[in-house]
């Protein structure tokens, strides 16, 4: 299914389709810290590979961004992405930008949280279009303005308005 025409869910159906459950108590620490070191790592490698390397920069920028929203999940409601990871991640931002809570919780920037779906989004196809070029000179030298772009304006923007979220719940308990 093309991510453009994803539908807005239910959580309550990615649930019951396995797509997505609640962490369990026993599992939860573990899920938060690899998804908080993950998405670090991934966001050092674009960082380090936007010159030599622009078309993995591209790849490690998305997966920042992907593990930073799993983390968002996990940390706030419990969520474990379990099937179609990355199309399920994005259909979850998009159903919890609905939430009540999260509405309070985030008043002034809900605005920001809004554009965070389309972003991952944007971001996806981006990946996509990147992991197969044939790595000749000119697509290089184009990949590597393309990625230190995607990197400044998408990657970046998108983790610091997820950590602005990450410390604001940590600031609500």
């Known amino acids: ?31 938060i810290e690899f998804f908080a070191e993950s998405y670090k790592d991934n ?22 961004m992907h593990d930073i929203s799993k983390l968002l999940t996990a940390k706030m409601y419990r969520f474990k992405i379990e099937r179609e990871v990355h199309i ?8 919890l930008i609905k939430d009540e809570n999260m509405l309070k919780l985030l008043e002034e920037g809900y605005e920001e949280f809004q554009g965070l779906a389309d972003d991952l989004d944007e971001a996806k196809k981006e990946r996509v279009k990147v ?15 393309k990625a230190k772009g995607f990197f400044n304006d ?18 609500d308990r």
């Open 88 to 95: 399920t991640t994005i259909k979850v931002l998009r159903e």
């Open 1 to 31: 299914m093309p991510i453009n025409t994803i539908k807005m869910v239910k959580i309550e159906v990615l649930i019951k389709e396995g797509k997505i459950s609640r962490i369990k108590e026993t599992e939860l620490d573990r899920y």
């Open 131 to 145: 992991q197969y070029y044939t790595g000749s000179y000119f697509l290089k030298e184009k990949y590597k303005e």
């Open 43 to 64: 966001l050092n490698h674009s960082k380090v590979n936007l010159d030599a390397y622009p078309r993995w920069a591209i790849i490690s920028g998305y997966y920042a």
């Open 154 to 171: 998408v990657v970046e923007p998108f983790i610091e308005k997820i950590k602005k979220l990450l410390s604001e719940d940590k600031d």
